[in-house]
């Protein structure tokens, strides 16, 4: 699916946080979502990562992101509350969030697993996105047209062996997406879905899968218009979705 199979897919106007906005699918998809008008929020962890994205989004002439520090396995309530009061301060407004931040120790079995990997990979895969959304709700409540987008894994709709902690914080993905689907029902502007990119060549897909071709994954670019459609008004009165891709290149 491309972008003209797709329609055009434009952010004109809407700011749009992004989670791990500095490597894979987050910083492709911050830099892919200014081309198309919009204007990011970026947040990741390191500040000297994010200041390389931020100037490669002001050197393309886009508009001039926000960018924010923001360790998600050590973050408080205040954090995430203080953030949101950030982007309300600096940009006045919020029409969406990204959530592409991951967190993977390797795959193993359960008897090698310890109760810091599970936390962690919990923390960051699952309590995290939680805990940032619900201090920007005040926010994406006030947009006329809001999108909250989980960026979901294979593993966690399909439980698989050795993928224990990971897939197990990715699948409280899919029951986070829908609760808050129901609870949101009221607020016809405002949805949530999760959308599962399959296969894709990222880093993360790198360290999960190390002897893979790349000529067996998807391409991030590929993705791209997806995650433009539903954080864009084309998926309006859309919420509750769980969208499971496989871009892989077709052997015919």
């Known amino acids: 699916m491309n972008d003209k199979e797709f329609g055009a897919n434009r952010l004109d106007g809407r700011v749009i946080l992004v989670t791990g906005a500095t490597q894979g699918v987050?910083?492709?998809?911050?830099?892919?979502?200014?081309?198309?008008?919009?204007?990011?929020?970026?947040?990741a962890r390191s500040q000297r990562n994010l200041e390389v994205v931020y100037d490669a989004i002001v050197a393309a002439g886009g508009p001039e992101p926000v960018a924010i520090a923001l360790d998600l396995l050590t973050a408080s309530d205040d954090e995430f509350m203080n953030l949101a009061m950030q982007i309300k301060q600096t940009l006045g407004r919020l029409d969406g969030i990204l959530h592409s931040a991951n967190h993977f120790y390797a795959a193993s079995p359960l008897v090698d697993q310890r109760i810091d990997e599970w936390m962690n990979q919990y923390r960051i895969n699952t309590v995290a996105p939680f805990?940032?959304?619900?201090?920007?709700?005040?926010?994406?409540?006030?947009?006329?047209?809001?999108s909250v987008l989980f960026v979901g894994e294979t593993h966690g709709l399909k439980a698989g062996p050795f993928w224990g902690a990971f897939g197990a914080s990715k699948a409280g993905l899919v029951y986070l997406t829908q609760v808050a689907a129901n609870e949101w029902d009221?607020?016809?502007?405002?949805?949530?879905?999760?959308?599962?990119?399959?296969?894709?060549?990222?880093p993360l897909r790198t360290r999960t899968h190390p002897g893979e071709a790349r000529s067996e994954r998807g391409a991030i670019a590929d993705l791209l218009p997806h995650l433009a459609h539903w954080l864009g008004p084309e998926s309006a009165g859309q919420s509750g979705?769980?969208?499971?891709l496989d871009l892989r290149p077709r052997r015919d």
Do not use: H, M, Q, Y
Request: proline residues 9%; positive net charge; hydrophobic residues 55%.
């Open 26 to 43: 987050g910083r492709a998809a911050a830099l892919d979502f200014v081309r198309r008008g919009a204007t990011v929020v970026l947040l």
């Open 131 to 146: 805990a940032l959304t619900r201090a920007c709700l005040p926010l994406l409540k006030a947009a006329p047209d809001a």
């Open 186 to 202: 009221g607020w016809p502007n405002l949805r949530v879905n999760l959308l599962v990119p399959g296969p894709i060549d990222s």
């Open 241 to 244: 979705r769980i969208v499971e």
